[in-house]
């Protein structure tokens, strides 16, 4: 018996030594991420992730903007944007619960109305880290659902360095999945690979990558279609970025919440969002991720704020946040109404709706004093960014 286990303890030893790999093979197949910047983006991404802290969405491109500003009476020119926007980065105080601002090109080259300060120097003042829009928007996928794509790699790199030079720190690419399209495979893995190949040339410029694949809420399917299709874009965008050489640590992720579609007849409070989404992330997020800088995406200012606080009533393993454009600025424009004398009440409203969503972060809002304009629900089918 002895015998024997001597023969094949020598025998699995020469099968072991036939296949080990060399020591060069060995010392290839270890990979060491090295980048330049690679201090500087996590540095960067924790802190925009600061506990009570979120990012304010201001990326709207000039034609969005237009359409809010037209809904307030006022006509689409640079310099009614240039005032609106200088509104948002001066607002007092800002800076204690916006720890991020994602601009739009424009922004970021912008000067304010006082000669020689820019939209740049406002934020820097404030200790909010400046972003920057890098996607050039959506367009139609052939042989598809309807479906979209999501364009702007050509050229990215050396916009990134640009952005870096003029005052960015992060960046932001938005591209989205529709679920009455279906979504088809082709929808999906294009938004995933799309998003993972940016995220790689962001860091490698210095900028910490907002990934947003953005769920619509359009549609009349249920809160457990919803997930389904989140956790499969979430599969398909963490295996790309990681065939990409992307680093979890210096990313953010601006994730659509997981809820019913917006012509569902049947809605979700707020623990029911709470709970279906932490478990999307649970299932699909890497601890190693910093934030989760949720997007608004239609959700009422009130209903935003109120699922945010509820994923926040127990301990998560990254921050927990939002990055709102419309629900941080919809009583802030029909405050403003495009009157000088409106400003410090309109910039009232937004400290007011950031120290919400900052409650929020830490778990501890409660709607008491909320206004009925602030539940008033945002959804618009088919909004373009």
Not at 79 to 105: D, M
Not at 225 to 237: D, G, P
Not at 341 to 351: K, R, S, T
């Amino acid at each position: 018996m002895a015998q024997q286990m001597t023969m094949f303890s020598k025998a699995a030893t020469a099968n072991f030594t036939a296949v080990r790999p060399s020591k060069a093979q060995r010392n290839s197949a270890v990979v060491v991420r090295a980048g330049a910047y690679d201090e500087e983006l996590v540095q960067t991404a924790n802190k925009i992730a600061s506990a009570g802290k979120g990012i304010l969405a201001m990326d709207e491109s000039n034609a969005t903007c237009g359409k809010r500003l037209e809904s307030i009476g006022l006509e689409n020119t640079e310099l009614n944007r240039q005032r609106y926007r200088e509104l948002l980065v001066t607002t007092p105080g800002l800076g204690e619960y916006i720890s991020g601002a994602i601009l739009f090109e424009e922004t970021l080259y912008q000067e304010t109305r006082t000669p020689g300060k820019t939209m740049v120097d406002c934020l820097n003042e404030q200790g909010i880290v400046p972003g920057i829009k890098v996607d050039k928007g959506l367009h139609p996928l052939a042989n598809s659902n309807g479906e979209s794509w999501c364009s702007g790699l050509d050229g990215l790199a050396q916009r990134c360095a640009d952005y870096y030079k003029a005052g960015a720190r992060f960046a932001k690419w938005r591209s989205v999945v529709s679920i009455p399209a279906g979504p088809s495979t082709i929808a999906v893995r294009d938004c995933a690979y799309g998003l993972a190949r940016y995220a790689a040339i962001a860091q490698n410029a210095g900028l910490v990558p907002i990934v947003e694949p953005e769920i619509l809420l359009d549609g009349d399917h249920d809160i457990d279609r919803t997930l389904e299709v989140a956790e499969m874009t979430w599969a398909e965008t963490f295996k790309y970025m990681a065939d990409n050489g992307v680093m979890f640590e210096g990313i953010l992720l601006k994730p659509s919440m997981v809820t019913p579609g917006a012509e569902c007849s049947r809605r979700a409070g707020a623990e029911e969002v709470a709970e279906y989404t932490l478990k999307m992330l649970n299932r699909r997020v890497p601890p190693a991720v910093p934030g989760i800088m949720f997007l608004s995406g239609g959700q009422s200012e009130l209903e935003a704020t109120m699922n945010l606080n509820a994923m926040n009533q127990s301990p998560n393993p990254w921050h927990v946040s939002f990055s709102y454009a419309r629900a941080l600025q919809n009583s802030v424009l029909k405050t403003w109404k495009g009157e000088d004398a409106n400003a410090a009440a309109a910039q009232e409203a937004l400290i007011k709706r950031a120290q919400a969503n900052s409650a929020a972060q830490l778990g501890k809002y409660t709607a008491d004093g909320e206004s009925a304009e602030a539940a008033k629900g945002m959804f618009e089918k088919g909004y373009t960014y």
